[in-house]
T-cell receptor
């Protein structure tokens, strides 16, 4: 089954404790991206990757890091999480020439 | 600055009503407009529109794009409680970065 998986689905952590949210897709998509969703603000892009070893900032990259060492994986790293990073996070993928994104199930992160 | 604006932000109707959701945009190098439905989980794809005046239809849902006036509408006829969701509009533009710009979303509640 074609899918995007994310882990963990829910996470409560404390300020400053490094964490990684994993994302994996099995559709051989070139394009992967991370979004955060906050009430009233819609989905905002954090980082995206056009292919292996090619990543770039989206609209709200501060406080986040990513890597793309393999085509299928695109982890999101929060080196020192802060409460303003409490949000719902989605990973998404698509083929290079397609606009439609396949979304993962989401990760609800709470930073206290 | 590229932006996508949806209206209304929220809407409450009764089963059987017809609703129209609006999406206006200002985006550099427009390529396509997409509609997604989000029910407390990942957004799921509804439609992609690239040409003006051509209606896309799926069951009780339909959508049309006006590239001259820079907007799209999503119509839902004979609404059902299962239509309750957040409807997201996104525009694909900005050259070859493949970026999707999302609106804030319209929250639709359909009461029995």
């Amino acid at each position: 089954e074609a899918q995007v998986t994310q882990n963990p689905r829910y996470l409560i952590t404390v300020t400053g404790k490094k964490l990684t949210v994993t994302c994996s897709q099995n559709m051989n998509h070139e394009y992967m991206s991370w979004y955060r969703q906050d009430p009233g603000l819609g989905l905002r892009q954090i980082y995206y990757s056009m292919n292996v070893e090619v990543t770039d900032k989206g609209d709200v990259p501060e406080g986040y890091k990513v890597s793309r060492k393999e085509k299928r994986n695109f982890p999101l790293i929060l080196e020192s999480p802060s409460p303003n990073q409490t949000s719902l996070y989605f990973c998404a993928s698509s083929s290079y020439d397609s606009a439609n994104r396949y979304f993962g199930p989401g990760t609800r992160l709470t930073v206290t | 600055e590229d932006k996508v604006v949806q209206s209304p932000l929220s809407l409450v109707v009764h089963e059987g009503d017809t609703v129209t959701l609006n999406c206006s945009y200002e985006v550099t190098n427009f390529r396509s407009l997409l509609w997604y439905k989000q029910e407390k989980k990942a957004p799921t794809f509804l439609f992609m529109l690239t040409s003006s005046g051509i209606e896309k239809k799926s069951g009780r849902l339909s959508s049309i794009l006006d590239k001259k006036e820079l907007f799209s509408i999503l119509n839902i006829t004979a609404t059902q409680t299962g239509d309750s969701a957040v409807y997201l509009c996104a525009v694909h533009g900005s050259g070859n970065t493949g970026k999707l710009i999302f609106g804030q979303g319209t929250t639709l509640q359909v009461k029995p």
